[in-house]
């Protein structure tokens, strides 16, 4: 993967995402006449000492990041060790019934999990009937204002912890056995609902033990009585985010993931502490995220960007073949017949084939995909009169001179890539694997002045590290495997 980016691109993504926004202003699909799906619209500021509870909830964020991540991961491989990944149809309507007999009972599991994020998310105001802010009035109030003071909790509260916290529970579970699974069961949402839930209790937490203890010291100098000083739906927010962040390891992206979906630019600050805090704790027991982790259970090859090279290896010492490897599969420039090119792709799985000038010049010319290949001979053999398996097949700009009895030959210049990626073999590994970094490639070959190196040729004193080499490698994405497979 290369994340190399033009600037042609950059405008382009610029231009696609204005249109993006204006359609979507245009439909209105919240009802609200805003483009974030959570906007959220609180009447008190955060406070100094706020900071401990949201370095809390990061905490917690890192270690369900950890847990999940292990504990889905061991699913994934028992699903794919076991009888039960070959029913994937059963999987699902398993997992869905279980989903519905368990969480129906519970109003908060009932909801959509983006219903469900929301009511984390909003602040309790006058009007809302919501349990979550049913908390007991102070009966010498004499009007409804928008900025309610910390009040004592009521039994709805009370009672709303409880099925928030069964449901968090319940969500946790569920999250596991869900991704992965054969039907789109998301991660971003579920792992926002957690923390939501998380922090939506712990924020109501706070503020109870702001009002009943408002002569705190922490609590003494931001925290009058009466005034309205905690948001249990900022606490919902900053959880989402840390659980979001234990679980991906994101943390510049995600603070504008959560902000753009949210709008709530002045809480940028708690946002980045729970975030680097989740990561932190995360990377303590693993610095894989889950997406790395289920690259590397499926075997893809992958170079993490953020990992380090610290070994002392050249090209020379991991370049396939090896000694007790059987010899590389090449093309010659022009010596060579249909039958035989077809033969090689057929006893043979790799993506490509460097092509040389002969088996006694080695000097490389070009590297062939096997797919141009395969589909170049197969439309000759129907568009092009007297192409058989006899035909040779000629890679060179001139074709060479063939006796007059000889079946018409077959160019394929124009499939050649003339200007493979080649390092030389004393590269130090450290840089070739950069190269796959930054460039995405998906094979290098390895030369020495340009020259296929002849077997068993040990190079001037140093080349190779004074052992012996052989005739070319390609250095694949793992920096250790044979040529890649199609």
Known sequence: VSYYFPLKTLWRSFFAALVAAFVLRSINPFGNSRLVLFYVEYHTPWYLFELFPFILLGVFGGLWGAFFIRANIAWCRRRKSTKFGKYPVLEVIVVAAITAVVAFPNPYTRLNTSELIKELFTDCGPLESSSLCDY????????IVDDIPDRPAGLGVYSAIWQLCL??????????????IKVPSGLFIPSMAIGAIAGRIVGIAVEQLAYYHHDWFIFKEWCEVGADCITPGLYAMVGAAACLGGVTRMTVSLVVIVFELTGGLEYIVPLMAAVMTSKWVGDAFGREGIYEAHIRLNGYPFLDAKEEFTH???AADVMRPRRSDPPLAVLTQDNMTVDDIENMINETSYNGFPVIMSRESQRLVGFALRRDLTIAIESARKKQEGIVGSSRVCFAQHTPSLPAESPRPLKLRSILDMSPFTVTDHTPMEIVVDIFRKLGLRQCLVTHNGWVCPPRVRGPRGWGRGSPVRPLGEVCRSGLAPQSPT
């Open 136 to 143: 007991r009035n102070d009966m010498n109030a004499s009007k």
């Open 167 to 180: 449901a968090l529970i319940f969500k946790i579970i569920m999250t596991v056995f869900t991704f992965g």
């Open 312 to 314: 002392t290896t050249l």
